[in-house]
Protein backbone atom coordinates (compact mmCIF):
# COMPACT_ATOMS: atom_id res chain seq x y z
CA UNK A 1 0.00 0.00 0.00
CA UNK A 2 2.63 2.34 1.04
CA UNK A 3 6.31 2.64 0.80
CA UNK A 4 9.01 5.14 1.59
CA UNK A 5 12.23 5.08 0.71
CA UNK A 6 15.37 7.30 1.89
CA UNK A 7 12.84 9.87 3.00
CA UNK A 8 14.62 13.19 4.21
CA UNK A 9 12.96 16.58 5.47
CA UNK A 10 15.55 19.38 6.81
CA UNK A 11 13.93 22.40 8.23
CA UNK A 12 16.38 25.61 7.76
CA UNK A 13 17.20 27.36 10.54
CA UNK A 14 17.71 30.81 9.58
CA UNK A 15 19.85 33.51 10.56
CA UNK A 16 19.87 36.91 11.68
CA UNK A 17 20.41 37.80 7.89
CA UNK A 18 17.81 35.11 6.65
CA UNK A 19 20.37 32.96 5.38
CA UNK A 20 19.92 29.30 6.21
CA UNK A 21 22.91 28.22 7.26
CA UNK A 22 22.25 25.16 9.16
CA UNK A 23 19.10 22.63 8.85
CA UNK A 24 16.80 21.10 11.13
CA UNK A 25 16.87 17.07 10.77
CA UNK A 26 13.32 16.00 11.61
CA UNK A 27 13.26 12.71 9.36
CA UNK A 28 16.46 11.93 7.80
CA UNK A 29 16.80 8.40 5.70
CA UNK A 30 13.71 6.81 6.78
CA UNK A 31 12.88 3.71 4.94
CA UNK A 32 9.45 1.68 5.77
CA UNK A 33 6.37 -0.10 4.07
CA UNK A 34 2.92 -1.04 4.61
CA UNK A 35 1.00 -3.56 3.35
CA UNK A 36 -2.65 -3.25 2.77
CA UNK A 37 -5.50 -3.66 5.89
CA UNK A 38 -2.60 -3.24 8.25
CA UNK A 39 -1.37 -1.02 11.30
CA UNK A 40 1.34 0.22 11.04
CA UNK A 41 2.39 1.96 14.70
CA UNK A 42 5.22 4.83 14.62
CA UNK A 43 6.72 5.77 18.39
CA UNK A 44 9.43 7.56 19.80
CA UNK A 45 9.79 10.55 22.14
CA UNK A 46 8.13 14.10 21.36
CA UNK A 47 10.75 15.67 18.46
CA UNK A 48 11.93 12.43 17.05
CA UNK A 49 10.07 13.24 13.67
CA UNK A 50 7.19 10.95 13.29
CA UNK A 51 4.46 13.29 13.07
CA UNK A 52 6.69 15.38 10.29
CA UNK A 53 6.97 11.67 8.56
CA UNK A 54 2.98 11.86 8.18
CA UNK A 55 2.57 15.13 6.74
CA UNK A 56 4.79 14.41 4.60
CA UNK A 57 3.03 11.08 3.47
CA UNK A 58 0.15 13.48 2.68
CA UNK A 59 2.77 16.43 1.48
CA UNK A 60 1.15 18.88 4.01
CA UNK A 61 4.90 18.96 3.94
CA UNK A 62 7.09 18.59 1.28
CA UNK A 63 10.37 16.59 1.75
CA UNK A 64 13.23 17.27 1.07
CA UNK A 65 14.68 14.34 -0.39
CA UNK A 66 13.39 10.46 -1.30
CA UNK A 67 10.47 8.71 -2.13
CA UNK A 68 6.77 7.89 -1.30
CA UNK A 69 4.94 5.96 -3.15
CA UNK A 70 1.39 5.03 -3.31
CA UNK A 71 -0.13 1.61 -4.72
CA UNK A 72 2.88 1.72 -6.49
CA UNK A 73 3.19 5.66 -8.04
CA UNK A 74 5.78 7.80 -6.19
CA UNK A 75 2.78 11.06 -5.13
CA UNK A 76 6.46 13.00 -4.88
CA UNK A 77 6.01 13.31 -8.69
CA UNK A 78 2.20 14.69 -8.85
CA UNK A 79 1.17 18.05 -9.17
CA UNK A 80 -1.49 20.05 -7.26
CA UNK A 81 -4.40 19.01 -9.43
CA UNK A 82 -3.30 14.78 -8.94
CA UNK A 83 -2.79 15.37 -5.69
CA UNK A 84 -6.16 16.70 -4.93
CA UNK A 85 -7.54 13.17 -6.73
CA UNK A 86 -5.00 11.38 -4.77
CA UNK A 87 -6.15 12.94 -1.26
CA UNK A 88 -9.85 10.53 -1.56
CA UNK A 89 -7.25 7.74 -1.15
CA UNK A 90 -5.15 9.48 1.70
CA UNK A 91 -6.88 11.29 4.90
CA UNK A 92 -5.40 12.40 8.14
CA UNK A 93 -6.57 12.31 11.71
CA UNK A 94 -5.31 15.50 13.56
CA UNK A 95 -4.40 15.29 17.01
CA UNK A 96 -5.96 17.95 18.50
CA UNK A 97 -9.88 17.59 17.79
CA UNK A 98 -10.73 20.92 19.00
CA UNK A 99 -7.93 22.90 16.76
CA UNK A 100 -8.74 20.44 13.54
CA UNK A 101 -11.82 21.38 13.48
CA UNK A 102 -13.21 25.06 12.52
CA UNK A 103 -15.50 26.06 15.84
CA UNK A 104 -17.94 28.34 12.73
CA UNK A 105 -19.05 25.34 11.02
CA UNK A 106 -21.62 22.68 11.75
CA UNK A 107 -21.01 19.57 12.44
CA UNK A 108 -22.81 18.35 9.54
CA UNK A 109 -20.80 21.38 7.00
CA UNK A 110 -17.58 19.83 8.93
CA UNK A 111 -18.20 16.21 7.72
CA UNK A 112 -19.69 17.23 4.05
CA UNK A 113 -17.09 19.96 3.06
CA UNK A 114 -15.39 17.17 1.62
CA UNK A 115 -18.15 16.28 -0.86
CA UNK A 116 -18.26 19.66 -1.31
CA UNK A 117 -14.91 20.36 -2.68
CA UNK A 118 -15.44 17.25 -4.84
CA UNK A 119 -18.27 17.89 -6.08
CA UNK A 120 -20.68 15.41 -4.92
CA UNK A 121 -24.25 16.05 -5.73
CA UNK A 122 -26.34 17.53 -2.65
CA UNK A 123 -28.94 14.82 -2.30
CA UNK A 124 -25.71 12.38 -1.99
CA UNK A 125 -24.06 14.61 0.46
CA UNK A 126 -26.80 14.86 3.22
CA UNK A 127 -26.90 10.91 2.94
CA UNK A 128 -23.49 10.59 3.21
CA UNK A 129 -22.75 12.56 5.80
CA UNK A 130 -25.77 11.06 8.19
CA UNK A 131 -24.00 7.45 7.37
CA UNK A 132 -20.65 8.82 8.51
CA UNK A 133 -22.10 9.94 12.06
CA UNK A 134 -23.86 6.99 12.54
CA UNK A 135 -20.94 5.15 11.77
CA UNK A 136 -18.94 6.88 14.56
CA UNK A 137 -21.66 6.53 16.81
CA UNK A 138 -22.39 10.24 17.03
CA UNK A 139 -26.17 11.24 17.45
CA UNK A 140 -28.68 12.25 14.19
CA UNK A 141 -28.98 15.29 16.41
CA UNK A 142 -25.03 16.03 16.10
CA UNK A 143 -25.04 17.57 12.24
CA UNK A 144 -26.83 21.14 13.45
CA UNK A 145 -24.75 21.51 15.94
CA UNK A 146 -21.20 23.34 16.46
CA UNK A 147 -17.82 21.30 17.86
CA UNK A 148 -17.42 23.45 21.18
CA UNK A 149 -20.77 21.57 22.20
CA UNK A 150 -19.23 18.65 22.28
CA UNK A 151 -16.83 16.32 24.66
CA UNK A 152 -12.96 15.98 23.32
CA UNK A 153 -14.05 12.20 22.53
CA UNK A 154 -16.99 13.26 20.59
CA UNK A 155 -14.88 15.68 18.32
CA UNK A 156 -12.22 13.18 17.42
CA UNK A 157 -15.59 11.08 16.41
CA UNK A 158 -16.21 13.91 14.03
CA UNK A 159 -12.93 14.05 12.92
CA UNK A 160 -13.05 10.32 11.89
CA UNK A 161 -15.82 11.04 10.03
CA UNK A 162 -14.50 13.71 8.31
CA UNK A 163 -11.51 11.54 7.49
CA UNK A 164 -13.89 8.28 6.64
CA UNK A 165 -16.20 10.84 3.96
CA UNK A 166 -14.45 9.84 0.53
CA UNK A 167 -13.96 5.76 1.50
CA UNK A 168 -9.54 6.73 1.66
CA UNK A 169 -7.87 3.43 1.78
CA UNK A 170 -4.81 4.92 3.90
CA UNK A 171 -5.21 7.19 6.89
CA UNK A 172 -2.55 8.82 8.80
CA UNK A 173 -3.68 8.90 12.20
CA UNK A 174 -1.08 11.73 14.08
CA UNK A 175 -1.66 10.53 17.77
CA UNK A 176 -5.33 10.83 17.84
CA UNK A 177 -5.87 9.76 21.66
CA UNK A 178 -2.81 11.68 23.32
CA UNK A 179 -5.42 14.88 23.72
CA UNK A 180 -7.99 12.31 25.76
CA UNK A 181 -8.77 10.96 29.17
CA UNK A 182 -7.96 7.28 29.15
CA UNK A 183 -11.07 5.61 29.10
CA UNK A 184 -11.97 7.68 26.12
CA UNK A 185 -8.90 6.28 24.41
CA UNK A 186 -10.22 3.37 24.49
CA UNK A 187 -13.24 3.80 23.10
CA UNK A 188 -11.43 6.01 20.26
CA UNK A 189 -8.90 3.16 19.62
CA UNK A 190 -11.84 0.62 19.54
CA UNK A 191 -13.85 2.79 17.37
CA UNK A 192 -11.29 2.57 14.77
CA UNK A 193 -10.62 -0.67 14.68
CA UNK A 194 -14.44 -1.57 14.16
CA UNK A 195 -13.89 1.11 11.39
CA UNK A 196 -10.65 -0.71 9.69
CA UNK A 197 -12.34 -4.11 9.98
CA UNK A 198 -15.53 -2.82 8.56
CA UNK A 199 -14.16 -0.47 5.57
CA UNK A 200 -10.54 -2.42 4.84
CA UNK A 201 -8.57 0.28 6.19
CA UNK A 202 -4.83 1.22 6.69
CA UNK A 203 -3.53 2.82 8.89
CA UNK A 204 -0.26 4.57 9.87
CA UNK A 205 -0.75 5.37 13.37
CA UNK A 206 1.74 7.58 15.31
CA UNK A 207 1.89 7.81 18.90
CA UNK A 208 4.26 8.13 21.73
CA UNK A 209 1.87 5.85 23.93
CA UNK A 210 3.45 2.51 23.20
CA UNK A 211 0.34 0.59 25.12
CA UNK A 212 -1.95 2.41 22.58
CA UNK A 213 0.09 1.30 19.68
CA UNK A 214 0.86 -2.33 21.04
CA UNK A 215 -3.06 -2.87 21.25
CA UNK A 216 -3.92 -1.38 17.61
CA UNK A 217 -0.45 -2.39 15.21
CA UNK A 218 -0.19 -5.09 13.80
CA UNK A 219 4.12 -4.06 13.31
CA UNK A 220 5.82 -1.13 15.25
CA UNK A 221 8.91 1.02 14.29
CA UNK A 222 10.51 2.99 17.05
CA UNK A 223 12.19 6.69 16.00
CA UNK A 224 14.93 8.37 17.64
CA UNK A 225 15.74 11.66 16.30
CA UNK A 226 14.90 11.16 12.63
CA UNK A 227 15.78 7.41 12.02
CA UNK A 228 14.10 4.32 12.81
CA UNK A 229 15.99 2.28 15.31
CA UNK A 230 13.99 -0.46 15.60
CA UNK A 231 11.02 -2.38 13.47
CA UNK A 232 9.22 -5.54 13.79
CA UNK A 233 5.68 -7.06 14.34
CA UNK A 234 4.05 -5.44 17.38
CA UNK A 235 5.02 -9.18 19.60
CA UNK A 236 8.15 -8.86 18.97
CA UNK A 237 8.85 -5.07 19.61
CA UNK A 238 7.05 -4.75 23.01
CA UNK A 239 7.94 -8.48 24.54
CA UNK A 240 11.62 -8.68 22.97
CA UNK A 241 13.21 -5.52 22.31
CA UNK A 242 16.32 -5.72 21.23
CA UNK A 243 17.58 -2.12 20.93
CA UNK A 244 18.58 -0.28 24.23
CA UNK A 245 16.15 2.72 23.14
CA UNK A 246 13.17 0.36 22.61
CA UNK A 247 14.26 -1.48 25.87
CA UNK A 248 14.08 1.75 28.00
CA UNK A 249 10.93 3.22 26.95
CA UNK A 250 9.08 -0.01 27.56
CA UNK A 251 10.58 0.04 30.99
CA UNK A 252 9.15 3.29 31.58
CA UNK A 253 5.69 2.00 30.92
CA UNK A 254 3.80 1.70 34.25
CA UNK A 255 2.67 -2.27 35.12
CA UNK A 256 -1.68 -2.25 35.43
CA UNK A 257 -0.53 -5.04 37.96
CA UNK A 258 0.72 -3.46 41.51
CA UNK A 259 1.91 -6.47 42.21
CA UNK A 260 4.49 -6.65 39.53
CA UNK A 261 7.53 -4.75 40.01
CA UNK A 262 9.16 -3.82 37.04
CA UNK A 263 12.96 -2.20 36.94
CA UNK A 264 12.76 1.28 35.47
CA UNK A 265 15.63 2.33 33.84
CA UNK A 266 15.97 6.22 33.20
CA UNK A 267 17.22 7.80 30.34
CA UNK A 268 20.41 9.73 31.27
CA UNK A 269 20.81 13.34 29.42
CA UNK A 270 18.87 15.57 26.69
CA UNK A 271 17.88 14.57 23.07
CA UNK A 272 20.80 16.00 21.15
CA UNK A 273 19.99 18.65 19.05
CA UNK A 274 18.26 17.54 15.35
CA UNK A 275 20.53 20.56 14.21
CA UNK A 276 23.65 19.08 14.52
CA UNK A 277 23.04 15.20 15.47
CA UNK A 278 26.01 13.17 17.06
CA UNK A 279 28.04 11.03 14.84
CA UNK A 280 27.96 7.27 15.04
CA UNK A 281 24.49 6.27 16.44
CA UNK A 282 22.10 8.90 17.35
CA UNK A 283 21.33 7.47 20.33
CA UNK A 284 25.22 6.81 21.51
CA UNK A 285 25.07 9.98 23.70
CA UNK A 286 22.36 8.57 25.91
CA UNK A 287 22.71 4.81 25.89
CA UNK A 288 23.90 2.87 28.81
CA UNK A 289 25.52 0.42 26.99
CA UNK A 290 27.27 2.33 24.64
CA UNK A 291 30.17 0.95 22.88
CA UNK A 292 33.63 2.36 21.41
CA UNK A 293 32.50 2.26 17.67
CA UNK A 294 29.21 3.79 18.72
CA UNK A 295 30.69 7.32 18.87
CA UNK A 296 32.12 7.27 14.99
CA UNK A 297 30.15 4.38 12.96
CA UNK A 298 26.59 4.71 11.90
CA UNK A 299 25.06 1.68 12.74
CA UNK A 300 23.60 -0.80 10.02
CA UNK A 301 20.32 -2.81 9.68
CA UNK A 302 20.81 -5.73 11.63
CA UNK A 303 17.50 -8.12 10.23
CA UNK A 304 16.88 -10.61 13.31
CA UNK A 305 14.25 -12.37 11.66
CA UNK A 306 12.18 -11.59 8.44
CA UNK A 307 9.94 -8.96 10.35
CA UNK A 308 12.55 -7.70 12.89
CA UNK A 309 14.85 -5.58 11.90
CA UNK A 310 17.61 -3.46 14.48
CA UNK A 311 19.77 -0.62 13.88
CA UNK A 312 22.57 -1.25 16.92
CA UNK A 313 25.84 -2.09 17.12
CA UNK A 314 25.51 -4.16 19.97
CA UNK A 315 22.43 -6.69 18.49
CA UNK A 316 24.94 -6.73 15.27
CA UNK A 317 27.99 -8.18 17.70
CA UNK A 318 25.80 -10.66 19.55
CA UNK A 319 24.23 -11.54 16.40
CA UNK A 320 27.74 -12.52 14.45
CA UNK A 321 28.70 -13.78 18.05
CA UNK A 322 25.93 -16.14 17.98
CA UNK A 323 26.38 -17.25 13.64
CA UNK A 324 30.38 -18.14 14.62
CA UNK A 325 29.00 -20.15 17.31
CA UNK A 326 27.07 -22.55 15.31
CA UNK A 327 29.82 -22.89 12.75
Not at 59 to 80: C, H, K, M, V, Y
Not at 123 to 137: H, I, T
Not at 152 to 167: E, F, N, Y
Not at 203 to 227: A, K, N, T
Amino acid sequence: MLRIRELRKYFPVKTGFGRAKEYLKAVDGVSLEIEAGETFGLVGESGCGKSTLGYCVLRLIEPTSGEISFQGQNILTLDAGEMRHLRREIQIVFQDPASSLDPRMTVGQIVEEPFVIHKYPKWERRRRVQELLDAVGMDQNAAGKYPHQFSGGQRQRIGIARALALKPKLIVADEPVSALDVSIQAQIVNLMQELQSRYGLTYLFISHGLPVVEHISDRIGVMYLGRLVETGLSDEVCHHPLHPYTQILLSSVPSPDPGIKREKQILAGDVPSPVNPPAGCRFHTRCPQVMARCRVEEPQEVRVSTTHRVWCHLVEERSLTRDSERV
